[in-house]
């Protein structure tokens, strides 16, 4: 471990400790940058174990902080996700962009002193790859590392939970004698904290946003576009359509969205949806907390810490408890371990403590019973019915309501002012043997035409090359939607000619229409067949095409959907057409590396889920 440059040794007595440099810390930073809320939930334990030993903590999102902030920190811990293939979460990319510019000096970090523990899935390729990155441009500029990096694996067999614990309690250890603060001991686990946010009471005013809402008990699937996420945009849906046989096992829908500015998007664009939850469980969870008399009482909410901002998902406005429960916090997701620790904290009756203390020792038991049966956090509330939720903490003890994310299958030029979607709406049964619907395919199923949807358009992963060069598009299942927009485009382009999609049943009409305009467009029946033909299947039989198009004419290829052997089996079959053993001239050692540098050099794309 490098030795702090900059800082003073601690010393047996902690309250002395200062550090010799421009800046005395008095707080430590945790930034975090999360996708799914998993890193945030860290972030916010870190945060909690600090001032739980009576340390000063501030917890900020990477996108919410001014990175020329960075070289006067004196104490940071950073806390990232990996997704895509590889990829920094959107909220470090910002950050990153900045970390990785030229001509940065080599010191210019030289202040500061920090610990980083990333999130990751061993079962990735490139596993905790961005905070790997970020570790490594950390040390290139001069950031001195108090104690070695954590890496929390979802694969684990006990989860994150299992390098964490560990590593913070390093990281305490390390980090608390620089800081100011008594000798005192930390607080058990179970003690009450200060509540992080104040839910200050504003005074109705008939004319704001906020009373025109009618909100109360209303079911309406309407959000008011007051309530969009800062700097979303707003689109209306015009239609919510099942393009499934009614007696197939899955419904998917297309449903298009007529965007309120005639925004355009390169094809491959992908559309956030911000979604909400339903009336009757927002109701459930203020009548289990005995909160019902709160719920309609116009607040702002504030951060009590010093230099702390509101999190993203918290509006800075006006707001009521009811409008938080529907559009900013989640009711459905499977508890994490910290709810139950605030259930710990708040609970008064013995049974249910004792049962919250045997999940909070053992992630196994939560597995058991909130991750695997995907029980959501209303259910849980329902079995602890002794244990209430206090106003003042729920911001605090319930996640943020998280986007969900879209691939569009409409070209924006072929469709100006619009985004169609095709999206297949997920229905499990659980081991608790009641059907489940996630949450934005509840809020979908039954969406009606003229709703009012918050939305963002995130750029492409995967961009098309120029109108001469050859590309492959493969998309089983509703992988078929951002193929679709790509093939519109090449379309509008002229560049049609010979193109091989291999699809399966939606769209029909379109890829006719493609077919017919010189597309080479194949379609794999792999379903209703008693011989299944699936995407891989064809373009073995397509191999002298795809040695031509591939290898003689440097062309690109791009799969989307399902992440289970589809994706991994499809570079197989192409590694298998271009070699000698398909239509071409490599070993399979040598075509099986020529896919693999296509990958990682951006002619080949994948984007599944
Ligand atoms: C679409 C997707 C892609 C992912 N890609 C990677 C990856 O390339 N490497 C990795 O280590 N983990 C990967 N993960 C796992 C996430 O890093 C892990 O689920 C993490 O807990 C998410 O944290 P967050 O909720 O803070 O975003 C991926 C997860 C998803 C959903």
């Known amino acids: 471990m490098a030795t702090p440059g900059a800082l003073r040794a601690p010393s047996p007595t902690p309250s002395a400790h200062s550090i010799v440099s421009a800046v005395e810390p008095q707080h ?70 900045k970390l990785i510019r030229k001509g940065l000096p080599e010191d210019i970090l030289d202040d500061v002193h920090y610990a980083l523990f990333g999130l990751g899935d061993s079962s990735y390729e490139r596993y905790c ?58 607080l058990p686990w179970n003690a009450l904290p200060d509540p992080i946010y104040a839910l200050d ?57 007529e965007l309120d500015g005639h925004e355009s998007y390169p094809p491959g664009s992908v559309c956030a949806i911000h979604p909400r939850c339903s009336a009757e469980e927002v109701d459930t969870f203020l009548e289990m907390n005995d909160l019902q008399a709160e719920a309609d009482r116009p607040i702002v909410i504030r951060s009590t810490i010093p230099d702390q901002p509101l999190p993203p998902h918290l ?33 008064n009756d013995e049974r249910e ?22 029980r959501t956090i209303v259910e849980t509330l329902a079995d602890f019915r002794a244990t209430k939720m206090p106003l003042a903490y729920i911001l605090e003890a319930l996640p943020p309501l998280r986007r969900r994310q879209f691939s569009i299958a409409s070209d924006s030029d072929a469709h100006p002012g619009e985004i169609q979607l095709l999206v297949a709406l997920v229905e499990y049964k659980t081991n608790l043997s009641i059907p489940r619907r996630g949450l934005c395919s509840s809020w979908f199923s039954t969406m ?27 998309g089983p299942g509703t992988g078929v939607a951002p193929m679709r927009a790509f093939l519109e485009a ?32 194949r379609i794999a029946p792999s379903r209703d067949r008693p011989e299944k033909v699936y995407v891989q299947h064809l373009l073995r039989e397509d191999a002298a095409r795809l040695n031509d198009w591939i290898v003689r004419r440097r ?49 080949g794309g994948e984007e599944s889920w």
């Open 28 to 97: 430590v930073l945790v930034l975090y940058a999360s996708e799914t809320g998993n890193a945030q939930d860290i972030a916010e334990r870190i945060a909690r174990a600090f001032r739980a030993a009576h340390r000063r903590a501030v917890c900020v999102s990477m996108d919410e902080y001014d990175v020329v902030d960075l070289p006067h920190e004196p104490l940071l811990i950073l806390v990232t996700s990996t997704h895509g293939r590889g990829d920094p979460p959107p909220a470090m990319r910002g950050l990153w962009g």
């Open 490 to 521: 090449r379309v509008a382009q002229g560049a049609a000619q010979g193109e091989l999609d291999s699809i399966d049943l939606y769209f029909k009409e379109d890829w006719e229409k493609h077919r017919a305009e010189g597309a080479h467009v």
């Open 201 to 257: 009471p504003v005074p109705a005013d008939p004319a704001d946003d906020l009373a025109k809402l009618s909100l109360n008990g209303s079911s309406s699937s309407q959000v008011p576009d007051v309530y969009a996420p800062k700097g979303w945009k707003m689109a209306t849906l015009t239609k919510n359509e099942r393009v499934t046989a009614s007696g197939w096992f899955q419904d998917v829908r297309e449903l298009d969205l």
């Open 353 to 374: 403590e004792e049962r919250l203390e045997e999940f909070i020792a053992d992630p196994d038991e939560i597995h058991d019973y909130a991750t695997r049966p995907k």
């Open 555 to 603: 062309g690109h290829i791009y799969v989307c959907g399902s992440s289970n052997a589809m994706p991994r089996e499809v570079r197989e079959a192409l590694a298998w057409a271009i070699s000698i053993e398909g239509s071409g001239t490599m070993t399979p050692e040598e075509s099986a590396s020529y896919v693999e540098t296509m990958f990682d050099d951006g002619r």
């Open 129 to 186: 790859f961005a905070g790997k990155m970020l570790v490594r441009r950390m040390h290139s500029l001069g950031a001195h590392a108090l104690c070695e990096p954590g890496w929390g694996d979802e694969r684990a067999p006990d989860g994150v939970e299992q390098t964490f614990v560990p590593w913070l309690k390093q990281a305490l250890d390390t980090f608390v004698p620089y800081l100011p603060g008594p000798s005192a001991p930390a």
């Open 315 to 347: 509006p800075r406005g006006p707001t009521t408890l009811r409008i938080l429960l529907t559009y900013h916090l989640d009711l459905r997701c499977p508890p994490r371990k910290s709810l139950f620790e605030w259930l710990g904290r708040f609970s």
């Open 448 to 474: 009606p035409e003229g709703t009012r949807i918050p939305y963002e358009i995130l750029p492409p992963t995967l961009e098309l090359p120029d109108k001469g060069t050859p590309v492959i598009l493969v």
